[in-house]
C-alpha cells in the first residue's frame, strides 16, 4: 500500500505524522493546523502515543476547525489520565468540539479505522507506571485480507460456493494480516518483535550517544540513542525506516553523520528517512534517504 506520510517531530518542541491514504494521525503536536491547512480535514482517526504536552497540544486548534458529529476520534492509553484531563479542558473550553469522541484504548486493543485496516496500540516504556498500567504505546498498522485455505484450493469453482453458502466465508477462508505500518512513539529501544516484517516503521531517535542519558534517574521517561535503534532495526525485517525525534541540540550534519556510520557498521541495506530538528516534511519518503547510497 502507497502511503503518504508528512509530519513534524523536534524532541520538547512538537512530534506529529499524518497518514494521508488513512486519515490517520499519530501524536498532534503543535503545528498540524498551520502546516496541513484544509488537508487537515481528513484526519479521521488521531492515536496518541501519551500525555507529553508536545504530543498533544496540537489538538486543541485541531479540534476547534474540524469537529463534527464521532469526528475526530482520539485514542489514548486508557491510564494516561493527563489526557482525560485535557479532554475535559477542551470541552469546557470550547464548546462545539464536544462532538469529538475521546476514546481510551487497553494494552494490546485494536481498533478497525477502515475496512480491513486495523491500529494495535502496543505498551512500550517510555512513562515509568507499576504493574500492569498502560500509560505509554506504540501502534501497529495492519491490513487484514482473507485467503482461501489450503484444503480447498483444488476445489471445483461450483462445489466451493455450495459450501460458502452453507457454512459461511469464514469455514474456507483464514485471516491474514499484512503490518503495513509501525509507529513506536518515545520509547527506549524495545518490543523490536512487534516491528518485524513491517513495511514501514517510524521510531523515535532523541540521542546520538549513550553518554547524554542518565540510567539511574529512574524519574525520567525512556527515550531511544540512534545507534540502539539501528542495530535493533538491522535484525529484523524492514523494508523502510524513519527516524525522529531528535533533539534540537545536534546539527544536521552531525544527524546524517551518524546514520551512515550506523548504517555502515550494521550492513543496513533499506533506505532511511529522518525528519531534522525544527523542519515540516510533507511526503517523507519522496525525499532523499539519508543513507542514499543504499
Same mark, same amino acid.
Given at each position: 500500500m502507497?502511503?503518504?506520510?508528512?509530519?513534524?517531530?523536534?524532541?520538547?518542541?512538537?512530534?506529529?505524522?499524518?497518514?494521508?491514504? /488513512?486519515?490517520?494521525?499519530?501524536?498532534?503536536?503543535?503545528g498540524i493546523i498551520?502546516?496541513? %491547512?484544509? *488537508?487537515?480535514?481528513?484526519i479521521k482517526s488521531v492515536f496518541i502515543s501519551h500525555a507529553d504536552r508536545d504530543h498533544l497540544t496540537g489538538l486543541l486548534q485541531l479540534n476547534q476547525l474540524n469537529a463534527r458529529p464521532a469526528f475526530p476520534k482520539i485514542y489514548y492509553p486508557k491510564d494516561a489520565r493527563s489526557?482525560?484531563?485535557?479532554?475535559?479542558?477542551s470541552k469546557s473550553f470550547d464548546s462545539q468540539v464536544k462532538?469529538?469522541?475521546?476514546l481510551p484504548l487497553e494494552e494490546g486493543e485494536e481498533i478497525e479505522i477502515k475496512k480491513d485496516?486495523?491500529?494495535?496500540?502496543?505498551?512500550?516504556?517510555?512513562?515509568?507506571?507499576?504493574?500492569s498500567?498502560?500509560?505509554?504505546?506504540?501502534?501497529?498498522?495492519?491490513?487484514?485480507?482473507?485467503? /482461501?485455505?489450503r484444503e480447498y484450493l483444488q476445489m471445483?469453482?461450483?462445489?466451493?460456493?455450495? %459450501?460458502? *453458502?452453507e457454512r459461511g466465508d469464514?469455514?474456507?477462508t483464514d485471516e491474514v494480516r499484512d503490518n503495513i505500518l509501525a509507529y513506536s512513539g518515545d520509547t527506549p529501544v524495545e518490543n523490536f518483535s512487534f516491528w518485524n516484517n513491517t513495511e514501514i516503521l517510524i521510531h523515535e531517535c532523541t540521542f546520538l550517544s549513550k553518554k547524554e542519558i542518565a540510567d539511574n534517574d529512574s524519574r525520567r521517561n525512556k527515550h531511544s540513542v540512534l545507534e540502539d535503534v539501528l542495530q535493533a532495526a538491522a535484525g529484523i525485517n524492514l523494508q523502510t525506516l524513519i527516524l525522529g525525534h531528535f533533539s534540537s541540540r545536534y546539527t544536521n550534519e552531525e544527524i546524517d553523520e551518524c546514520i551512515n556510520s550506523c548504517c555502515k557498521h550494521y550492513h543496513i541495506g533499506f533506505p532511511i528517512y529522518r525528519l531534522l530538528p525544527g523542519r515540516y516534511v510533507h511526503n517523507v519518503i519522496s525525499t532523499r534517504p539519508a543513507n542514499h547510497c543504499v
Open positions: 502507497k502511503l503518504t506520510i508528512s509530519g513534524y517531530s523536534t524532541a520538547l518542541f512538537s512530534t506529529w505524522y499524518f497518514i494521508e491514504e /488513512l486519515g490517520l494521525l499519530f501524536d498532534a503536536g503543535d498551520s502546516n496541513l %491547512l484544509q *488537508k487537515s480535514r481528513k489526557i482525560a484531563a485535557f479532554e475535559t479542558f462532538q469529538t469522541e475521546w485496516i486495523i491500529v494495535r496500540s502496543v505498551k512500550n516504556n517510555h512513562v515509568p507506571a507499576p504493574g498500567l498502560a500509560k505509554s504505546f506504540g501502534y501497529l498498522v495492519q491490513a487484514r485480507k482473507y485467503k /482461501l485455505k471445483p469453482k461450483n462445489e466451493l460456493i455450495n %459450501l460458502r *453458502k469464514a469455514f474456507v
